[in-house]
């Protein structure tokens, strides 16, 4: 058994971070512009990038790529992300009826892939995220600014511009989503910084979706371990 490794995720807007043990897996992030936590040994960490490089070297014998992953029908140009999200949601899920897996991870983008109970990708589609969203209305327009608060206004048509973003990109997320999720064929697993934020806004009876914030990381761990197993 591995104990006390370390990982991380290079994300388009923030790091990663997982410490494995025999215990407990414990999850945090940081920003990139940050230092490395303390204790952790560049040399030993487990890290997948899907982001910039962080200002830190990283060794490159560590890294885990799509390529590395066995997953039927993935090609290596899919994000890393996914296809750990992927490993552990095959993992992790209890799919008693073997239903597809339909994964949304709420980042920087949302991105929806959808896989079989054997770990077949079938597909995906992905969207501009919840801040990358508000942030291109206030570089492409004149007059929009990213709202300050983020409270869900509760009508549909509003007066009040900073409710009417909200609004607005709240809907074109969870619509996406409530547009491809079946509950009879899938099981919805949400994951990534946003998806707590946004499976409470989701217009379909909660007891079809598992939010999974950490998915990807407990990918990482996942993968890293099996490697680890067959070596």
Known sequence: MILDTNFLLVGNSRLHWAKYSKIQSKFFHTKKEQRVPENIDLDQL?????????????????????????????????????????????????????????????????????????????????????????????????????????????????????????????????????????PAKDILITCGGDSEFFTNSLKTQKENIINAPNLVMEGMIIHHLSVKKLA
Not at 63 to 89: H, M
Not at 140 to 156: E, G, M, S
């Open 46 to 182: 487990i890290w997948a990038s899907v982001g910039k490089p962080p200002n830190f070297l990283l060794k490159k014998e560590n890294e885990i790529k799509t390529k590395d992953i066995q997953l039927s029908n993935l090609p290596d140009y899919f994000g890393v992300d996914r296809a750990l999200a992927c490993i552990a949601a095959l993992k992790i899920i209890e799919n008693p009826f073997k239903k597809d897996l339909l994964i949304a991870d709420f980042g920087t983008i949302l991105s929806i892939t959808k896989l079989n109970s054997n770990g077949s990708i079938i597909g995906g589609q992905l969207i501009p995220g919840f801040l990358t969203q508000l942030k291109s209305m206030e570089q492409n327009t004149k007059n929009l600014k990213v709202p300050q608060k983020h409270d869900i206004p509760i009508k549909d048509f509003l007066i009040n511009t900073e409710e009417a973003i909200l609004k607005g990109v709240i809907n074109s997320l969870t619509g996406v989503i409530n547009s491809l999720f079946n």
